[in-house]
């Protein structure tokens, strides 16, 4: 495959509001994220991706747009996105914007305008339809709603959402609105920033007619549906390919063989993808089923396409909580998931605080928690009658919440994230772990990741390197190679709270020590637990 900046890329993702404050009103803001540039930096990450930050009333945390040109008050102001864009630059990083075209705000001036009348010329910019049988016109959910419709009382009908009651979704089937976001995807691009990050793209296109679903729990039918395809290549013709830039989309429902065709290289839509088959799809760790997942896109992308590695982001528990130990093992465990994440076919992902350890949080009650996803599933739940600690219980292992607590830089007052109060409530111990901790020992998470991320620097192996699983149907141990150019690197993970034994088959371990490695000294074949090894044989 062609070899590119993007694909040899490592990208840290900043959800900036729980980054860093400077302006004490307990957000964190771009300049927070200017003033941590030279901690990225270090860190060694080529691609930012900065989460939503455009004019929103914020439901969704910004992912409710109501002025795509903008940057939202609590940010900052575009003299501070200028500044930010810049110095990422200075340093020899790259920028990425996360932009979000499936739906607006219903402040949108479009909404707004849309809502006014049927006759409005923006009417047909996002989805209306007439009641059927005095209800919504389809079955359909929406992620965040038992109804993904909502009815307008000016003009008796219902508007579609796949998200919340705020987030109307835009009608791709209006070519004056594809126009017009193009137009804005020109504007940001031209202020020189590398790339987008897309979300919920494979969601644009909806299905012919809107029939209802046979399982509308699944929510499948939103997404992939004909004309997807086109709307891509047309944003790709129209804008995308005229600029050197990462494009990945976030692509929920996808298989290998669909994700092919979003990411194709031969298909002219978008470079890479994030999938859910991990993030979405396996509550808790398990290691067989892994592998098969990591297989099947590999067979499936090898040679056509560039897939993406992440464990957790904003929308997703903490990974070392969710997928490893974050008690006895937590650094160990840390730094395994750093080397699977880093060392599998595909570009990896860094979400803020990942990088020295942070972990997952437990608050008391449903008033401390902001996630709108969690807050109305919690509402919907008990209006059916449902016991309320039940239903929170059941809530807090996944709530969005786990992973926006704010970043731990220190273990002063709030964590050295701001002076005013935190819009949500920062995790107890960041008094234990925290990046002043992190930088201090010459063994932390912190500096695993640094030696990562340059080890991609001199390695193309890392990147283009071709993959084989040793380990197939090993319910802990995890043993693959890369090989590129006559290099081959194995790489060995044990994950699990015990000791375990790896079958190299007809697979000599060098004489020399690991070129990185959790634990000092290797022993042989005995992986002690959550032990994490990379050699080049
Ligand atoms: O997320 C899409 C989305 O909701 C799922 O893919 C996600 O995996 C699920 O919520 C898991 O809980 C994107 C954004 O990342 C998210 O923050 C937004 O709320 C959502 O779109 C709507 O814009």
Redesign the pocket.
Known sequence: MKRTWWKESVVYQVYWRSFNDTDGDGYGDLQGVIDKLDYLHKLGVDVIWL?PCYESPDF?????ISDYYKIMKKAGDMETWERLLNEVHKRGMRLIM?L?L??TSHQHPWFKESASSKMNPKRDYYIWKDPKDGGPPNNWRS??EPSAWTFDETTGQYYMH???VE?PDLNWENEDMREEIYEMMRYWLDKGIDGFRL??INLLAKQDGLPDAEHPEGLSYLGNNPGIHEYLQEMNDKVLRHYDILTVG?I?FVTPEDGLLYVGEDRNELHTL?H?EV??DMPSWDMKRYKQIQNRWYEGLKGKGTNSQFLN????TRQVTRFGNDNEYRKESAKLLATMMHTLPGIPYIYQGEEIGMTGVRFDSIEDYQD??MKNKYEEEVEKGRDPSVVFEELLP?S?DNSRTPMQWSDEDNAGFTTGTPWIKINPNYTDINVEEALADPHSVFYYYQQLIELRKKHPVMVYGDYEDLSGGDEHVYAYTRSLDGETWLVLLNHADEENTVDLNSITLPPTEPLLSNYSEADETLLRPHEARIYQL
């Open positions: 989460n969704d945390n910004g992912y409710d996360d979000v499936n739906h992620y965040f796949s998200f919340a987030q979300d919920v976030e929920p994030f859910f993030a979405d982001n904003h929308d997703h709108i996803a996944l969005r």
